[in-house]
C-alpha cells in the first residue's frame, strides 16, 4: 500500500509544533517554492501544492486534531489501518475485537483534509474518486485566514478597518483549465481520465488524486503561460473588516463570500479573521472594564481637587479628588466601558502621583519648612 502524506514531515516540523511554529515553516517554504518564483521550475508547483495541503490541514486546531487522532489510530503506519496489515478493510472490520470495532469512522471530517478524504473514502466504504466529485458541479472556493491589528479604541467601540489579503484565483487567462490559449485538453496518460490512481495490496485499493493532472482527468497540450498549468494564480484583494464593539485579540469572525474564488463559477470562500488588539498609550483593557491612569502632583493629591477625564468615545467626564489620595487610588464610572451585547462595563481612573525630581532651593526650604509644620521626618 503507498504511504499517506505526512503533513508535519513535508512542512518540515514536528507532531508537537506550535501553532506559530507551523506559520512560520509555511510562509518559509511557500517562499522558496512559490510558482511565481519558480517559473522554469514544474515541481516547484506540486511541492507548493503540498505544501498549501499541509498547512491547510495543520494550521486549523479542528482539522489538525482530526488529523493527529487519525494518526494515532494507526492510519499512517503504511500496513493498514489500526494494524490491518495484508487484510482486507472489511475483513478487520468484521472480526470480534477487531482494530475497527467501536470506532465510528463517520465521525471524522476526513473531507475536509485534502487528499485523505479519498484515502479513506476507498478504504472504509462511500468510496467516491475526485473525478466523480468534480462532475457534481460548481465547488466552493477555499476559505482564506489572515490575522488583522486593530487598534484598542477601533477594538472597543467597532468600526472599519481594511486589510489586503493574497488569495488564489481562478486564471483569466486559461479559466481554471490549465490549457494555454489554442492548446486542447486530452486524456491525462497516467490516470486515463479518472482522476485518481490506485494502490492495490491485500485485497482492496487505495485511490489517490492523480499527480500529473491533479485530479482532472485531463492535461493541456500546452499549459497556460500565466498559471503554468495549475489553473489558479496568487492574488492580493483588499477587504474593507467592520469590527464589532468589544473585540479582544482571539476574537474571530466570519466573511461569509470574501474567500477564495470557486471553481467552475462556484461560490466564493469564506474569510476567517483574528483580531489582534494593539496597545493604547492611555487605556488598558480588563474584561469589559477600561482603565486610564492619570497623573496627578502633590498639590492636586494633598489638598484635593477635580480633574476632567475623556471616555471611550471622546466625552469628557468629571471627577472630585478628595484631599490625601494616595498614588494607586481608583475612581470608578459607572456605564462608560466597553460594550458587548446588552453588557457594558466601566471605566476606572487610576490616579498616579508625580513627585518632582529636581528642587529649587526656595521649593526645598518651602517643603522643608512644611514638613516640620507637620512633623514629618525629612
Same mark, same amino acid.
Given at each position: 500500500?503507498?504511504?499517506?502524506?505526512?503533513?508535519?514531515?513535508?512542512?518540515?516540523?514536528?507532531?508537537?509544533?506550535?501553532?506559530?511554529?507551523?506559520?512560520?515553516?509555511?510562509?518559509?517554504?511557500?517562499?522558496?517554492?512559490?510558482?511565481?518564483?519558480?517559473?522554469?521550475?514544474?515541481?516547484?508547483?506540486?511541492?507548493?501544492?503540498?505544501?498549501?495541503?499541509?498547512?491547510?490541514?495543520?494550521?486549523?486546531?479542528a482539522k489538525r486534531k482530526q488529523y493527529d487522532e487519525m494518526r494515532r489510530l494507526g492510519a499512517f503506519d503504511g500496513g493498514g489501518f489500526g494494524g490491518f496489515g495484508g487484510r482486507s478493510a472489511r475483513g478487520a472490520g468484521a472480526r470480534s475485537g477487531g482494530a475497527t470495532q467501536g470506532i465510528n469512522f463517520e465521525e471524522f471530517d476526513i473531507g475536509g483534509l485534502g487528499g485523505l478524504g479519498d484515502l479513506f473514502s476507498s478504504m472504509f466504504g462511500g468510496g467516491e474518486t475526485r473525478q466523480n466529485a468534480r462532475s457534481r458541479g460548481p465547488e466552493k472556493g477555499q476559505t482564506v485566514?489572515?490575522?488583522?491589528?486593530?487598534?484598542?479604541?477601533?477594538?472597543?467601540?467597532?468600526?472599519?478597518?481594511?486589510?489586503?489579503?493574497?488569495?488564489?484565483?481562478?486564471?483569466?487567462?486559461?479559466?481554471?483549465?490549465?490549457?494555454?490559449?489554442?492548446?486542447?485538453?486530452?486524456?491525462?496518460?497516467?490516470?486515463?481520465?479518472?482522476?485518481?490512481?490506485?494502490?492495490?495490496?491485500?485485497?482492496?485499493?487505495?485511490?489517490?488524486?492523480?499527480?500529473?493532472?491533479?485530479?482532472?482527468?485531463?492535461?493541456?497540450?500546452?499549459?497556460?503561460?500565466?498559471?503554468?498549468?495549475?489553473?489558479?494564480?496568487?492574488?492580493?484583494? &483588499? !477587504?474593507?473588516?467592520?469590527? =464589532? /464593539? %468589544?473585540?479582544?485579540? +482571539?476574537?474571530?469572525? $466570519?466573511?461569509? #463570500? @470574501? *474567500?477564495?474564488?470557486?471553481?467552475?463559477?462556484?461560490?466564493?470562500?469564506?474569510?476567517?479573521?483574528?483580531?489582534?488588539?494593539?496597545?493604547?498609550?492611555?487605556?488598558?483593557?480588563?474584561?469589559?472594564?477600561?482603565?486610564?491612569?492619570?497623573?496627578?502632583?502633590?498639590?492636586?493629591?494633598?489638598?484635593?481637587?477635580?480633574?476632567?477625564?475623556?471616555?471611550?468615545?471622546?466625552? &469628557? !467626564?468629571?471627577?472630585?479628588? =478628595? /484631599? %490625601?489620595?494616595?498614588? +494607586?487610588?481608583?475612581? $470608578?464610572?459607572? #456605564? @462608560? *466601558?466597553?460594550?458587548?451585547?446588552?453588557?457594558?462595563?466601566?471605566?476606572?481612573?487610576?490616579?498616579?502621583?508625580?513627585?518632582?525630581?529636581?528642587?529649587?532651593?526656595?521649593?526645598?526650604?518651602?517643603?522643608?519648612?512644611?514638613?516640620?509644620?507637620?512633623?514629618?521626618?525629612?
Amino acid at each position: 500500500m503507498a504511504q499517506t502524506k505526512d503533513f508535519y514531515a513535508t512542512l518540515g516540523v514536528s507532531s508537537s509544533a506550535s501553532q506559530d511554529e507551523i506559520k512560520k515553516a509555511f510562509r518559509k517554504l511557500a517562499k522558496k517554492y512559490h510558482p511565481d518564483a519558480n517559473a522554469s521550475d514544474a515541481k516547484a508547483g506540486e511541492r507548493f501544492k503540498e505544501i498549501s495541503e499541509a498547512n491547510n490541514v495543520l494550521s486549523d486546531p479542528a482539522k489538525r486534531k482530526q488529523y493527529d487522532e487519525m494518526r494515532r489510530l494507526g492510519a499512517f503506519d503504511g500496513g493498514g489501518f489500526g494494524g490491518f496489515g495484508g487484510r482486507s478493510a472489511r475483513g478487520a472490520g468484521a472480526r470480534s475485537g477487531g482494530a475497527t470495532q467501536g470506532i465510528n469512522f463517520e465521525e471524522f471530517d476526513i473531507g475536509g483534509l485534502g487528499g485523505l478524504g479519498d484515502l479513506f473514502s476507498s478504504m472504509f466504504g462511500g468510496g467516491e474518486t475526485r473525478q466523480n466529485a468534480r462532475s457534481r458541479g460548481p465547488e466552493k472556493g477555499q476559505t482564506v485566514e489572515a490575522s488583522l491589528d486593530i487598534p484598542f479604541r477601533t477594538a472597543a467601540r467597532g468600526g472599519k478597518v481594511p486589510i489586503e489579503l493574497e488569495v488564489s484565483e481562478e486564471c483569466n487567462t486559461c479559466h481554471g483549465t490549465g490549457a494555454a490559449p489554442g492548446a486542447q485538453l486530452k486524456t491525462c496518460p497516467e490516470c486515463n481520465g479518472r482522476g485518481v490512481i490506485s494502490f492495490g495490496q491485500g485485497g482492496f485499493a487505495v485511490n489517490r488524486p492523480c499527480p500529473v493532472c491533479l485530479g482532472k482527468g485531463q492535461v493541456p497540450t500546452e499549459p497556460c503561460p500565466t498559471c503554468h498549468g495549475s489553473g489558479e494564480v496568487r492574488a492580493r484583494r &483588499k !477587504v474593507l473588516v467592520n469590527v =464589532p /464593539p %468589544g473585540v479582544d485579540t +482571539g476574537s474571530k469572525i $466570519r466573511l461569509k #463570500g @470574501q *474567500g477564495g474564488k470557486g471553481n467552475a463559477n462556484g461560490p466564493p470562500g469564506d474569510l476567517v479573521i483574528t483580531f489582534n488588539v494593539l496597545p493604547d498609550k492611555f487605556y488598558k483593557r480588563d474584561g469589559l472594564d477600561v482603565i486610564a491612569t492619570v497623573p496627578l502632583n502633590i498639590a492636586q493629591a494633598t489638598p484635593g481637587t477635580k480633574i476632567s477625564v475623556k471616555t471611550l468615545d471622546g466625552k &469628557k !467626564v468629571a471627577l472630585k479628588i =478628595p /484631599p %490625601g489620595t494616595p498614588s +494607586g487610588k481608583r475612581f $470608578r464610572v459607572r #456605564g @462608560q *466601558g466597553i460594550q458587548k451585547g446588552e453588557t457594558k462595563g466601566d471605566l476606572i481612573v487610576e490616579v498616579s502621583i508625580q513627585v518632582p525630581e529636581k528642587l529649587s532651593e526656595e521649593q526645598e526650604r518651602m517643603m522643608k519648612e512644611f514638613a516640620e509644620s507637620g512633623g514629618m521626618k525629612y
